[in-house]
């Protein structure tokens, strides 16, 4: 035979990382473990977003709804992480605070199947502050709702960030001021009125 081949292996020995075959085979149980964590990653997203209270699941998607109507807005966006969350009980109903920081996909808003968008990096990554007031009924309904979306950076700005809070305590408080004003005999007059 003649010298072996640069690199000290000569043909048919293994290398360093064997031979060929076993080459190929660690390169399919590496994909396949990829794809298996990828898979558990997913998983673990969807246990998350399935560990939200209703409430929560229901302002995160109206959050959505009001980021898509806005015309500014051309591709499809979807929810990246939360934080801040509160929800607090009252006896005039619950209310809900929320911050959704949202990632841009690569589906166009207008697009007919959105179940295969993927999150395009380095492009937009607005935040939502949500504020939003449910009455105590079975289905709750919303008695009042706040929301600013805007790159997280100015959401971050004291003069919008006071605004902020002072909106969403006006969202908390919808609810009370009707128990509070409320004086014998005004529900029977002011049906009398009416009729």
């Known amino acids: 035979m003649g010298a072996p081949p640069p690199g000290g292996a000569e043909r048919g020995r293994s290398g360093p990382f064997g031979t060929g075959e076993e080459a190929a085979a660690a390169v399919v149980a590496v ?7 990828l ?3 997913v998983g673990l997203v969807a246990v998350v977003a399935g560990s ?13 709804e009001y980021f898509h109507g806005r015309g500014s807005v051309h591709f ?10 509160q929800e607090r009980q009252d006896p005039s109903g619950t209310f809900v605070q929320l911050r959704v920081n949202l990632v ?9 199947r959105t179940h295969n968008c993927k999150a395009v990096e380095n492009r937009r990554r607005p935040a939502c502050l949500a504020c939003y007031k449910f009455d105590t009924s079975d289905v709750p309904k ?5 929301h600013n979306c805007a790159p997280s950076h100015h959401l971050a700005v004291k003069e919008i960030k006071q605004r902020d809070e002072a909106e969403c305590r006006a969202v908390e408080d919808a609810g009370k001021a ?14 009398a009125y009416q009729a």
């Not at 939200?52 to 959505?64: H, K, S, T």
């Open 104 to 112: 841009q996909t690569n589906c166009r808003k207008r697009a007919q």
């Open 178 to 191: 009707l128990d509070a004003l409320y004086l014998p005999g005004m529900f029977a007059f002011s049906r």
């Open 39 to 41: 898979a558990l990653a």
């Open 142 to 146: 919303v008695l009042d709702k706040y």
């Open 52 to 64: 939200q209270p209703p409430l929560q699941r229901r302002v995160v998607r109206e959050v959505l």
């Open 76 to 85: 499809l966006f979807r929810e990246q992480s939360l934080e801040g969350v």
């Open 31 to 37: 994909a396949a473990m990829g794809r298996l964590l």
